[in-house]
């Protein structure tokens, strides 16, 4: 009963992290033209996962046509990046549809197979047509790069998947994100193809900030 309590509970303040974010993004505005200077500040800054290293990080969702447009662009620059940038991915479900996607990209995350599955996911769904909603078919996709089917599922509805969840919703509000896919860099810096004029524009802007803030924290 105590597990069917916490279970619940943490479903409840799922629900209410999403309804805040759809209340956020009202209030945000969805459509913005292309910024001048390619990104737009974040105030308050947010907290990065490193702090000897300028974080990149990517907000996705695997169903998102505009992600799997942008991928082999993010791929591309991940294999040339500088060492002293950290890429980060988060999949926080602003939708509910989103929500058995996001918890697979968290379960593969957990069983070190992130890089593998997320491919793997943009193949399935946006070449071979299948939505892949269903927990079952994400479970059996994953054992297909190696990792146990029953222990996948097992993890995606699990309270480590949950907090991720829950955190990654909080963080995409915190970082005033309006659609995906949306990068922030080293906390500061909101980019998207909106905001930075295209695929393209996304890259530039990266690497800019990215050797701007490499010079303000007198990294080597």
């Not at 309590?5 to 913005?32: D, E, H, N, Y």
């Not at 197979?113 to 491919?119: A, C, L, T, Y």
């Not at 500061?188 to 890259?203: A, F, T, V």
């Amino acid at each position: 009963m105590k597990t069917a309590t916490k279970q619940a509970r943490t479903t409840t303040v799922f629900a209410a992290s999403v309804g805040a974010l759809i209340l956020a993004l009202a209030a945000f505005g969805l459509s913005k033209n292309a910024n001048a200077a390619g990104f737009e500040n974040i105030s308050p800054p947010q907290n990065t996962s490193v702090t000897d290293k300028v974080e990149v990080l990517e907000y996705l969702w695997l169903g998102c046509p505009h992600c799997y447009s942008l991928e082999p662009s993010m791929e591309a620059w991940e294999k040339t990046k500088p060492d002293y940038v950290h890429f980060v991915r988060e999949a926080p479900p602003l939708n509910r549809s989103w929500e058995n996607h996001s918890r697979g990209f968290y379960a593969a995350q957990l069983m070190g197979k992130e890089n593998e599955f997320v491919f793997a996911m943009f193949e399935a769904i946006h070449e071979k047509k299948q939505p892949m909603q269903d927990k079952k078919k994400i479970a059996a996709l994953a054992a297909t790069l190696g990792l146990d089917e029953q222990k996948f599922l097992a993890a995606m509805d699990s309270f480590a998947v949950n907090g991720k969840l829950k955190r990654s919703v909080e963080m995409a509000i915190k970082s005033g994100i309006s659609s995906v896919p949306s990068v922030i860099v080293n906390g500061k810096y909101r980019l998207s193809s909106s905001i930075s004029g295209g695929h393209e524009g996304i890259i530039d802007s990266i690497n800019e900030r990215a050797a701007f803030e490499k010079e303000a924290m007198k990294l080597p």
